[in-house]
């Protein structure tokens, strides 16, 4: 971050005086006006509700441009990490390190995550406390905050090796806890993670495989959730992200910090809009519904959105999106389900969509979640478990940017302030006067 020779001022109508603000410069995208001093020189405070013009923190991991679609992990466009930048420990590593891994640095980080995979024993009980029709997204907060009951060798966060060993804890053990959500809900034992496998086969054998039959993986469906995953790993300062960072200024310990995330992704505005797509496309039902459909999308009384469409920061195709269609294709292609009727469907919808004026003229595109639905739902991932998914792939991004912000000399307890418009000092009336 370096300074602007420019400089804001604030100026005001009523003759007080006016304020001049530094302005910094990142190395790209729009600049800051620091307003730190605002409050002590005015008595003033801003107003931003949903963060539409403020930036939280300094940050060096995910830059966005949403004009251009564009997405860049420490510089790398997503478009390259996902088609030939191996696989999502790569990614891992390169979210938490700032570099990509020599074959060296990868083989012992791969090492290192899957000697982690396995979760204490005990963790059992806490999912046997759980309805088994509990939604996964509860299960999760639940068991992930659970965790660091369990590792206190890992939770002083004012130690570099403690945050390392309890990111690796995370990494590796989100997979297993996810997949033992699924396991708890369908009324299968437990399986326990194999080392031998790949981060993304080994979640699919935990998931599919039962104590009677092994699950026989294939590389093409193994490819398409590692391509998920590096796709969600992580997104700059979204709901979630900046959930884990303000849980994190307290000093919360990850655990707690990563469970305060998961429960903000599980909103349907955010990663639970994945879910959310695929029961509109089930609810549309065919290509004869959508001008209906899209009717009342469009009627603002209706309470209905085009789910999988629209985003805050990008005002142009979501390049996530259009790797997940592409992953949809090839794995519809792989299962024999070419014809798949709901693909067909989301594919028209989007056409109609792009055409339409509303959508047009509010630069609503598909973004991740239109079409993550119908590749999970093709590897045999249950819809309630879709949310689940993007929070194991995000843990990674919020562990990152959670070891981040407490290496930052910057970094405060997040405080927001307040415009407040309720009743000013009164004295309590007795009860028989009110
Ligand atoms: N369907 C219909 N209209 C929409 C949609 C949509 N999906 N998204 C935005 N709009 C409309 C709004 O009604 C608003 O219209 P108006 O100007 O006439 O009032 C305009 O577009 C601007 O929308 P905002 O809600 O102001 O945009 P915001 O940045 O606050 O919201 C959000 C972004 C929450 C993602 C929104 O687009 C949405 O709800 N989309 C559907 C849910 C979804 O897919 N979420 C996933 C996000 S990506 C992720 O988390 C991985």
Redesign the pocket.
Known sequence: MTNSETKATLSFSDGSPALEMPIYKGSIGPDVIDIRKLYGSTGMFTYDP?FMSTAACNSSITYIDGDKGELLYRGYPIEQLAVNGGDFLETCYLLLNGELPTADQKKEFVATVTNHTMVHEQMQFFFRGFRRDAHPMSVLVGTVGALASFYHDSLDINDPHHREVSAIRLIAKMPTLVAMAYKYSIGQPFVYPRNDLSYSANFMHMMFSTPCEPYKTNEVLVRALDRILILHAD?EQ?ASTSTVRLAGSSGANPFACIAAGIACLWG????G?NE??LSMLEEIGSVDNIPTFIAQ?KD?NSGV????????VYKNYDPRAKLMRETCYEVLQELGLQDDPLFKLAMALEKIALEDEYFVS?K?YP???FYSGIVQRALGIPTALFTGIFALARTVGWIAQWKEMISDPEQKIGRPRQLFVGAAKRDVPAIDKR
């Open positions: 949903g997104h979204n349907p505005a955010h990663g809009a959310a797509a999308v603002k959105k085009l789910m999988g469409f629209g985003h805050r509010r609503l973004n991740v979640d």
